[in-house]
């Protein structure tokens, strides 16, 4: 059998995001090939689990978690409300990890807005974690998102917009004096 893993999300107290196929689904490796196909003669039935809790006791228990205080839980609530009116589900474009990247997308829309949106435009295009996230998007559009590629983006995305004690400037700075070779000493030793 083969596990692709799974991505999920939770905001606490009402919101648990996890789209699982409706049954088990076991495949061998050709099977799995043409499953990777997004039409619609691979959807299958989809089912929503309803918390971590449950989805900890019925599975196991998540190996990685990415936090986030600075989203807007307005649009969080109105994705998943529309997202849920249909649970159809499709190993390529309609997955667990394709419904997790979307809502952190919803959640996160306006969260960098600031009173200085052309300071703020001009260090978000100088940030590397923006180029990063921007690279994980476009490979999960020429694929499809998977739990290690959404944890990927999560983290990268973590990084843009919530802040941090030391801004990402100041630790590229300390980056490049870390990795500056070491001049060489004017001073010579004497020997007797």
């Not at 648990?16 to 196929?21: N, R």
């Not at 971590?52 to 990685?64: F, K």
């Not at 843009?160 to 001073?187: D, H, K, M, T, Y």
Request: proline letters at 6%; hydrophobic letters at 40%; one cysteine or more.
């Amino acid at each position: 059998m083969i596990s692709t893993g799974h991505s999920a999300l939770e905001m606490l107290p009402d919101v648990y995001i996890s789209h699982y196929p409706a049954n088990e689904v076991e495949r061998s490796g050709r099977d799995f090939i043409q499953s990777l196909r997004g039409t619609a003669d691979n959807d299958l039935p989809g089912r929503f689990l309803p918390s971590y809790g449950y989805e900890q006791d019925w599975w196991c228990p998540a190996d990685a978690h990415v936090e986030f205080r600075n989203f807007n839980p307005r649009r969080l609530r109105a994705f998943w409300i529309g997202y849920r009116q249909d649970s159809t589900y499709n190993l390529t474009n309609r997955n667990c990890s394709v419904v997790v990247a979307a809502a952190l997308d919803a959640a996160l829309e306006g969260a960098l807005g600031s009173r200085n949106p052309w300071l703020r435009l001009a260090g978000l295009l100088i940030n590397p974690d923006l180029w990063i996230a921007t690279m994980i998007r476009n490979r999960a559009a020429s694929m499809t998102w998977t739990p290690g590629m959404v944890l990927d983006y999560a983290r990268t995305m973590a990084r843009i917009v919530e802040r941090r004690e030391v801004p990402w400037g100041q630790r590229l700075l300390r980056f490049l004096r870390r990795i500056r070779p070491p001049q060489a000493s004017n001073s010579k030793a004497h020997t007797a």
